[in-house]
């Protein structure tokens, strides 16, 4: 029993059922909400560091050997995810300080909050498969609740989008989960891997790999899956559309980075070189086509949530080690560098009252920081070097050129370049054009509580920077990472390895 | 047997697509009603139906005696069973709410958030 594995999950439902019990005190949740933000980072780091010195920790519930309990295992792709997840729920801990409006702590935000990071963290780290719906149903149930916190009309239309394209994606995925066990008698992911490896080649396994595509297709947004987001996402406050924009869609892509390369690996020439690859290409393009179009900031970073997901999976459907470590990369920068731009969104009501373009302006004379903070992660999402973003796209692009895979390293290039005109679209309307004439006047000038959002705001934007400038760290890790998932023998033998 | 559960999912996953393709939202969750249910007894198919058989142990061995049904298709149903009662019972609040905030029944009068 690896205690490392169990307490990154802990610590926030703890800190969740903590929060419950104080319902009525709200200070005390504050508190309880930033220690457990900084606990479950300072978890998650130990549990990578163990994992990057001891290999791959796994923890049997309640101590039945691995195909018949459930396990918890943490490779290197579970621990870094669990790391962001970490680094996102202490930033947003801190941001909610400022933010939140007493209407929303009263209705149990902060409950909802945890509760949703315990489910993400667990369907992190997981190993069985069942187990990996429970923790989709936590995280998800909880992000209900957050979504309809307030209750405004434009909240309870995206709910319901939401609600319903998230209940048909559990019913798919508990339709193929079911299947799957017919099919091979097992659900822990390591045993499927040997039971359907052994296999021959078969039709249903294909078709049980699309019905996951589809399942966890809809959580990531993948094309053509995608129309539940720009509905949604900028419609509750925006410290809750920021947890949700930087992690819950990566949930769905860590589920297709798990599945699809540890268990579906029968058919690489259909599932990966045709599907994905065609499934990420128009993802890639038809977001960033949308980005461009619209004139609301949180709709702009809404659009490009769904044309960055395209990146990862063309680095899962690639299928290289370079291409899956450029696929890691890009989830670990891309959840950093669009929360902050979501968070930054927020400031600029702050100023203004507005996420209209048109309404914003001046930003860059009233606020210089802020335009300096904005940069930092625009530019990251747009790709220009040294920042995160630079790598993480020219990862995948090279594994792209490497394996003559043109048609998406052009896509990549051309939506690389849109990304920027829609990154500087925000720039030039919301921070370098004057006032509009019918604006109300500044009001966040003096806001007294302004340092604490600029706090997470500016730590995000130096991790964004960190990664940028060391890059070789990172990267070393996101190929260690690749080479773990492209060979899973080693994930295998850690979790039936005492059982067989 | 397995024919007529293959048969009666088959069924019930094509009512809850059509509930769901109407435009009131009270059939859209009661679409989503039928279909986590076909969800549930799909697995309970899948798994395998064994009539009469238990899965117990006699007294004094150490294994089942004959074949048995499989009880992990049941627990993972059971389990399915819960959190969909849950979610759905969150849904039906939402789309009460929802009536009540929107004042109408019907999905195209939802269109203000998408673009």
């Known amino acids: 029993m690896k205690a490392e594995v169990i307490i990154p999950i802990l610590i926030p439902m703890l800190a969740g059922a903590l929060c419950l019990i104080c319902w009525r005190w709200r200070l005390v949740q504050r508190w309880i ?12 780091l130990v549990l990578l560091h163990r994992v990057q010195t001891e290999g791959i920790q796994v923890a049997h519930m309640g101590s039945w050997p691995a195909p018949y309990g459930i396990t918890l295992v943490a490779d290197l792709l579970g621990a870094i995810m669990v790391v962001v997840t970490g680094i996102i ?4 801990a801190v941001y909610s300080l400022a933010t939140m409006s007493r209407s929303h702590e009263a209705f149990g935000y902060y409950p909802l909050l945890h509760l949703m990071l315990a489910g993400v963290a667990g369907a992190f780290l997981t190993g069985d498969i069942f187990n990996l719906y429970v923790w989709f149903e936590i995280l998800l149930i909880a992000s209900f609740g957050l979504m309809i916190l307030g209750g405004e009309r434009a909240q309870m239309e995206g709910a319901i989008k939401y609600v319903t394209l998230n209940l048909i994606s559990s019913a798919m995925f508990l339709t193929a989960v079911g299947l799957l066990y017919g099919y091979a008698g097992t659900l822990n992911m390591a045993d499927l891997a040997v039971k359907l490896n052994g296999a021959e080649q078969s039709g249903l396994v294909t078709v049980i790999a699309m019905l996951f595509l589809v399942a966890f297709g809809i959580k990531a947004a993948a094309f053509p899956l995608f129309f539940w987001l720009p509905a949604s996402y900028h419609t509750p406050p925006v410290a809750i559309s920021a947890v949700f924009a930087g ?3 990566k949930v769905g892509v860590y589920a297709l980075f798990r599945v699809f390369s540890l268990i579906f690996v029968q058919d690489t020439g259909f599932t990966h070189g045709t599907v994905l690859m065609a499934m990420g290409i128009f993802t890639m393009v038809t977001g960033v086509l949308g980005a461009a179009a619209q004139f609301e900031v949180r709709r702009i ?15 899962l459907a690639l299928f290289t080690p370079l291409a899956v470590a450029g696929g890691v990369f890009y989830i670990f920068h891309h959840i950093i560098v669009k929360t902050n731009l979501f968070l930054v969104s927020g400031v600029m009501y702050r100023y203004h009252g507005s ?9 860059y004379r009233s606020a210089p920081w802020l335009a300096a903070l904005f940069l930092i992660p625009a530019m990251s999402l747009a790709g220009l070097p040294p920042l995160s973003g630079f790598f993480a796209k020219f990862t995948v692009i090279k594994a792209g050129v490497l394996e003559g895979h043109w048609l998406m390293v052009a896509m990549a290039l051309i939506v690389g370049l849109l990304t920027l005109y829609s990154m500087v679209k925000i720039w030039a309307e919301a921070f370098w054009k004057g006032l509009p004439e019918d604006a109300k006047s500044l009001r966040g000038e003096r806001d007294p509580h302004l340092y604490v959002l600029y706090a ?5 934007a130096l991790i964004t920077l960190t990664i940028g400038f060391g890059a070789e760290w990172f990267v070393q890790l996101a190929m260690a990472t690749a080479e773990q998932l492209l060979s899973p023998a080693g994930y295998i033998e850690a979790v039936l390895g005492g059982s067989q | 047997m397995e024919n007529l559960f293959a048969f009666v999912v088959g069924g019930l996953y094509a009512t809850a697509l059509f509930m769901m393709l109407r435009r009131s939202i009270v059939k859209l969750v009661i679409g989503l009603i039928i279909l986590s249910n076909a969800a549930n007894l799909l697995i309970f198919t899948s798994g395998g139906l064994v009539r009469g058989a238990p899965p117990l142990i006699p007294e004094g061995l150490y294994q089942p005696a004959g074949t048995i049904a499989d009880p992990l298709p049941q627990a993972l149903i059971l389990t399915a069973i819960v959190i969909s009662f849950g979610v759905l019972a969150f849904a039906v609040v ?3 709410r929802a009536y009540e905030v929107i004042g109408a029944d019907d999905v195209n009068n939802m269109k203000s958030t998408d673009s």
Request: charged share 5%; hydrophobic share 55%; proline share 2%.
């Open chain 2, 94 to 96: 939402l789309i009460h």
């Open chain 1, 456 to 460: 997470p705001i500016a730590g995000l």
């Open chain 1, 247 to 249: 992690l819950l869609t």
């Open chain 1, 89 to 92: 729920g202490l930033a947003v």
């Open chain 1, 301 to 315: 970073l809404s659009f490009h949530i769904i044309s960055q997901i395209g990146y990862m999976l063309v680095g």
């Open chain 1, 33 to 44: 909400s930033v220690v457990s933000g900084a606990g479950l980072l300072l978890a998650s």
């Open chain 1, 355 to 363: 996420y209209d373009l048109a309404k914003l302006g001046g930003l």
